[in-house]
């Protein structure tokens, strides 16, 4: 059973890293940093198309990795 969580956790983390590195970037600099993160804050902005869609693989990856790492971790001992 280990064995197995260990091999889905991998893969989990290999698709986890590939959405995070093909989301565009919000903002370039120190000074987009700033205002986009105001701007992601307090504006109206939602994500579109293939934006959106990564968005909510990354949510439901990032889910999987810490549910994943638990039951690794429960199993271990």
């Known amino acids: 059973m280990h ?9 989990v983390c290999i698709g986890l890293i590939a959405t995070v590195l093909l989301q565009s970037g919000k903002s370039a600099g ?3 940093a700033i205002s986009g993160g105001a701007e992601q804050l307090f504006g109206k902005q939602k994500a579109r198309g293939m934006d959106l869609v990564l968005q909510r693989i990354t949510i439901v990856l990032a889910v999987l990795f810490f549910v994943l790492t638990l039951l690794v971790t429960y199993f271990k001992l």
């Open 3 to 11: 064995a197995f969580l260990v091999t889905i956790l991998v893969i």
């Open 30 to 32: 120190l000074s987009g």
